[in-house]
């Protein structure tokens, strides 16, 4: 198995760009997580879905967020417009149920806004 | 109050050493949890879950205190390749979500 892919791996925006994150998960898992981790803040969750219906989006901290799962095979989630506090690696990450077996992480993408 | 809070360290140690991370939770009804280990500019990996009775992989030991709300994970014999930061998790009650505490870093010197 490939794991949870991600895309980009790194990247660079100006203030006001939109930016969109890609995510893959494990074939099977029925649950995807996205998660942004910060010094400050450490990891947290942005919103998840379970059989592509999201169902807790209380983490994505203001509307400028956006995520969607289209299939059980692809996420995004867009950032529009990006500020430089969105600076971040973003994190993936699907499980096979109610994460009894714990998440598996993408490698991430690293964001910088400037 | 943060849902799962530890000691962000860092702990030094030399090679061979035995180490311990303490981790606090504060829902009394977390149903599961987990240490991941985090190298640096990596992702999480999951490392071992803590069962109710303790349990034991390799030189790692994970224990759990539902009374205190504790989980433990100690680490025998470390070796220079256990330098990394470890994360205590733990299963929100009733939802599908991993609560992460900050982390603590460990760095094993020669």
């Known amino acids: 198995d490939a794991g949870v892919i991600q895309s980009p791996r790194h990247e660079v925006t100006e203030m006001g760009q939109e930016v969109t994150l890609r995510c893959k998960p494990i074939?099977?898992?029925?649950?995807l997580f996205w998660y942004r981790q910060t010094m400050m803040r450490g990891l947290e969750l942005l919103i998840y879905?379970?059989?592509?219906?999201?169902?807790?989006d209380s983490g994505m901290p203001e509307d400028r967020f956006s995520a969607k799962m289209p299939n059980a095979s692809f996420s995004t989630l867009k950032i529009q417009p990006s500020e430089p506090r969105d600076s971040a690696v973003y994190f993936c990450?699907?499980?096979?149920?109610?994460?009894?077996?714990?998440?598996?992480f993408g490698s991430g993408t690293r964001l910088t806004v400037v | 109050r943060k849902e799962v809070e530890q000691d962000p360290g860092p702990f030094n140690v030399p090679e061979g050493a035995t180490v311990a991370f303490n981790c606090t939770y504060s829902?009394?009804?977390?149903?599961?949890f987990f240490w991941y280990r985090q190298d640096c500019r990596k992702e999480p990996k999951l490392l071992m879950s803590?069962?109710?009775s303790g349990n034991e992989d390799g030189r790692f030991t994970a224990q759990l205190n539902r009374a205190s709300q504790y989980i433990s994970l100690l680490i025998r014999d470390s070796k220079l390749s256990d330098s990394a930061t470890y994360l205590c998790?733990?299963?929100?009650?009733?939802?599908?979500?991993?609560?992460f505490g900050q982390g603590t870093t460990l760095q094993v010197k020669p």
């Open positions: 998790v733990v299963l929100g009650s009733n939802t599908g979500k991993l609560i």
């Open positions: 803590v069962y109710s």
């Open positions: 074939s099977g898992h029925d649950y």
């Open positions: 829902n009394s009804a977390s149903q599961s």
């Open positions: 990450a699907s499980s096979p149920g109610r994460a009894y077996y714990g998440y598996t």
């Open positions: 879905f379970n059989n592509n219906v999201p169902i807790d």
